[in-house]
């Protein structure tokens, strides 16, 4: 790899002006491709020193031997030229978001005499107009098969539609009327068009005429005493009603949107959008990528953005590209973004981050969605024993390890300016969550916020435990036929003593000073045998006793991948541990002076309504509906919610700025 003062343009030679440019590596392949409002500011941040920079964007400096750019008038002619350029060269260095898996299309052929529509996945082809993409390939074509009662346009495949000309006779569908039957001329080309327009216009969300005027027509069926026809009508009004039912409505204006929301870490990135049309959620699409460097979510946003809407044809804009773009962060070059979306759609394209209401929860549920999409797709790739093994080889070797580390714990501390401190273990097994293993540890001999002091009380705890239950145990041989091995069991019970292992690495959630606290309480236990690291989340270091220097696992590492899971587990486990404890105590202190609420009936309470701020906004009734509740009691318990707000409202008020 050539070093990046090899091709570093001279001073002065790159413009100041907008443009995209290209580093290309010695065989003259694109290996990144990037746009900037400045070029020379923008690529003279790549020419620093090289510890400076984000370990992928290094990689790709020192990869490449040649930079060059092209300059642009305006920053919506870079936006452009950088899409072009990543799709024509693919560069390796970019970010690329991949589908988490292949989403149904709905289809029409509008290019073809009689058009069809069909349900399908994969690229887009010209002459086809789409709509989705739906979770579901079932969901849709169920909907397909209601709607074509109503709108009985042409499904079948080109070879069916043939042979049916050929013969003189129509296929299944014709004989139910779920289609028009113009392959044996029973309606013309200009009346099937009519029905797929129709179809069309009621699947981009303009529904409201059609079921206005089949009502209308159904109506005055009836008042001609045509009841057959005003049945028909009926059952075709049902059918309708029944495909919107499918579809939530959630904007209640019955507006255009597209809802974007991310989930990161810091190694990897997910992506959620969910297609409005009409009010209504028309589909949902979502995409996994490797993170490139540290950029924040704007940055991540304008990425995806660039990815979403840039390859757009023109007689798709109208559909692809909505009205309102929801975002989590609002991209550094928002104005730029609209002026180009909406030159693309033809009228007013917003970009917004929403601040309340409908859209703002659509937009928290869509955020849920990316980040059980990211858990998933975490899952899937621990759950791979070929993964695990690699990641596990990995730790091995990057710490030095004698053996594998079958069995990891990891702690964390949690705590809100020093209250309510609780400590997690949680236990990996081959690479895999043993959640039966999990312990929770609650501070008791300190004050004040010492996450230091908190890991050391919690390691000492821990092995001093493991040191008892392994004096009191004996060792049985295990059973050949079940392929068990030996174990520590107890010797009255004859049960297997869980805390009795040692596990093969212990993992802190910290840097240099947590470590040095799990391993001097290790020593004072005169445990030498267990190795110790920690796992410092800002820039994912792995720090080991008595060295200086972390060690630094590549970004791709399956063993940093492996750590970073068992870390961000001992995190979850002990935040939902303090939220317990906190929401608990807060019950307790503001229900301390209700007459007649004792312990038991308090933890019923917390235990009903699962935290406070349910229970501050249930009813008296609600209180009174708890067992062992009575309503003056429910009564008294309002009382003193209403009352503690309303001092807390006046200690705000009177506090001083």
Not at 53 to 70: D, G, N, Y
Not at 212 to 233: H, N, P, T, V
Not at 578 to 607: A, F, I
């Amino acid at each position: 790899m050539a070093p990046a003062v090899n091709y570093r343009p001279a001073p002065g030679s790159i413009p100041t002006q907008p443009g995209v440019y290209r580093f290309r590596d010695a065989k003259g392949r694109v290996v990144y491709v990037g746009k900037a409002k400045s070029l020379r500011a923008r690529l003279s941040s790549y020419f620093q020193d090289i510890g400076n920079l984000h370990p992928r964007t290094a990689t790709m400096v020192t990869t490449a031997t040649s930079v060059e750019w092209t300059v642009v008038k305006t920053e919506v002619e870079a936006l452009q030229l950088e899409y072009s350029w990543i799709k024509e060269f693919d560069p390796r260095f970019n970010v690329k978001y991949r589908d988490d898996k292949s989403y149904p299309w709905l289809a029409v052929t509008v290019s073809e005499e009689f058009p069809r529509v069909m349900v399908g996945r994969g690229a887009k082809r010209r002459g086809t107009r789409y709509f989705g993409p739906y979770s579901h390939a079932w969901a849709i074509r169920e909907t397909v098969d209601i709607l074509l009662r109503v709108f009985p346009m042409r499904s079948c495949s080109n070879g069916v539609f043939k042979r049916s000309s050929q013969i003189g006779r129509p296929c299944l569908l014709g004989y139910i009327d779920k289609c028009a039957a113009p392959c044996v001329g029973n309606v013309s080309p200009e009346e099937h068009r009519a029905i797929v327009d129709d179809f069309c216009e009621f699947m981009a969300g303009r529904t409201k005429p059609f079921m206005k005027r089949i009502e209308q027509e159904m109506y005055a069926a009836s008042e001609s005493l045509d009841f057959e026809k005003a049945a028909r009508l009926r059952d075709d009004l049902g059918a309708m009603q029944k495909a919107l039912e499918k579809q939530a409505v959630v904007f209640g204006d019955g507006s255009d949107a597209d809802v974007i929301a991310v989930a990161e870490d810091p190694l990897e990135v997910a992506v959620q959008v969910f297609y409005v049309r009409g009010g209504r959620i028309r589909g949902q699409r979502g995409w996994v990528a490797d993170r490139t460097d540290d950029g924040d979510t704007a940055s991540l946003v304008e990425h995806f953005l660039l990815q979403l809407y840039a390859g757009v044809a023109p007689e798709d804009a109208r559909d692809a590209v909505p009205r309102e773009i929801l975002v989590p962060e609002l991209p550094a070059e928002a104005a730029t973004w609209e002026q180009l979306l909406s030159d693309l759609r033809g009228s007013r394209v917003e970009i917004r981050v929403p601040q309340r209401g409908d859209k703002r929860t659509l937009q928290e549920t869509v955020a849920r969605n990316a980040k059980e999409s990211l858990a998933l797709h975490k899952t899937k790739r621990a759950s791979d024993l070929t993964t695990r093994n690699i990641a596990l080889g990995e730790i091995a070797e990057a710490l030095e390890l004698d053996e594998a580390p079958l069995r990891i714990e990891c702690y964390d501390v949690s705590h809100i300016q020093g209250t309510e401190i609780v400590a997690s273990m949680v236990v990996f097994e081959d690479g895999l969550a043993r959640k039966s293993e999990y312990r929770r540890f609650v501070i008791r001999d300190q004050e004040g916020s010492d996450d230091v002091a908190a890991m050391h009380e919690v390691i000492t705890r821990r092995f001093k435990r493991l040191l008892d239950e392994q004096a009191r145990s004996e060792l049985r041989p295990g059973d050949p036929e079940s392929g068990s091995g030996p174990m520590l069991v107890d010797p009255d019970t004859g049960r297997p003593r869980k805390f009795a292992y040692a596990p093969g690495l212990v993992v802190v959630d910290g840097g240099a000073p947590q470590v040095a606290a799990a391993k001097r309480a290790l020593d004072e236990l005169g445990i030498d045998d267990i190795p110790v690291c920690g796992l410092a989340k800002r820039l994912e270091e792995v720090w080991v006793p008595g060295e200086e220097d972390p060690v630094i696992l590549p970004r791709t590492s399956e063993g940093l991948y492996l750590l970073q899971r068992v870390r961000d587990e001992a995190h979850r486990f002990a935040i939902t541990h303090h939220r317990n404890r906190r929401s608990k105590s807060m019950v307790e202190s503001v229900l301390d002076g209700v007459p007649g609420l004792g312990e038991v009936r308090r933890k019923t309470l917390l235990r009903h309504f699962g935290s406070l701020r349910k229970l501050r906004a249930a009813t008296v009734e609600e209180i009174a509906a708890v067992p062992g509740v009575g309503p003056r009691t429910a009564a008294a318990i309002k009382s003193a919610l209403e009352q503690e707000d309303t001092d807390a409202a006046s200690r705000k008020r009177t506090a001083p700025q």
